[in-house]
């Protein structure tokens, strides 16, 4: 595996379930990232974890909640969402410090809540 | 961070370069330009960066205006594989600090490349 996979690709939930969304970077970076991208909307940043330790939550509402175990993983569970929480959920990973290192993102969970 | 303006959408003939536009004329001085892609059902990818000078690797060109009020994303020989959304983002050096990830994607540019 390289780069940085995410999984599962695609997930339907009803708004009382729980479910969790995996991202795992292969590349050794230190820094991970949670991003939503809602249709017809521009990327938005959701969380920042940089060495394990979350630097940015860009309000987002509690019913989302991200776990960075090490610098390899990262997991954005979810519980009683709402359906405009339908989106395209992306991972992304850094290296902070490298002089400009380019967030490297995985191909998404595409969520849908019914 | 400074914000950009891109064309909703854009042209390309395969085989042709595709030069694709940006205006960011609230740019700081020490803001860089970013350009990223999305391939439909994909992440988005990194393509090229600058601060002042034109740059260029294997993917892309970057120029950039002496004023730094605007850039162009130069794709020399254009393919099938390029029709994508480009996104143009101006933002600070990624490699710390507060404003590292913190890049503030637009709508930017569909890109489309026909036979």
């Known amino acids: 595996e390289t780069g940085v996979t995410q999984t599962p690709r695609h997930l339907v939930m009803g708004m009382t379930n729980k479910k969790s969304l995996k991202c795992e970077q292969h590349l050794g970076h230190n820094a991970m990232y949670w991003y939503k991208q809602s249709a017809k909307k521009p990327l938005e940043l959701m969380f920042v974890y940089n060495f394990k330790e979350q630097t940015e939550n860009n309000s987002v509402p509690s019913r989302f909640s991200p776990e960075c175990p090490n610098s390899s993983h990262l997991f954005l569970h979810l519980h009683t969402l709402q359906p405009e929480d339908s989106a395209l959920y992306l991972c992304?990973?850094?290296?902070?410090?490298?002089?400009?290192?380019?967030?490297?993102f995985g191909n998404g969970t595409r969520l849908t809540v019914t | 961070d400074a914000k950009t303006t891109q064309p909703t959408s854009m042209d390309c003939a395969e085989g042709r370069a595709a030069n694709l536009p940006c205006n960011h004329s609230t740019i700081s001085g020490n803001e860089y330009v970013y350009w990223y892609r999305q391939i439909h059902s994909q992440g988005p990818q990194y393509i090229i960066h600058g601060l002042k000078n034109n740059e260029t690797n294997e993917m892309a060109s970057l120029i950039i205006t002496e004023d730094r009020k605007s850039s162009t994303l130069i794709l020399p020989h254009a393919t099938l594989r390029d029709t994508a959304v480009y996104y143009c983002?101006?933002?600070?050096?990624?490699?710390?600090?507060?404003?590292?990830?913190?890049?503030?994607f637009g709508q930017g540019t569909i890109l489309t490349v026909h036979p």
């Open positions: 983002i101006v933002g600070f050096s990624q490699a710390g600090g507060t404003s590292y990830g913190k890049l503030t």
């Open positions: 992304a990973s850094s290296q902070v410090g490298a002089f400009n290192s380019p967030l490297h």
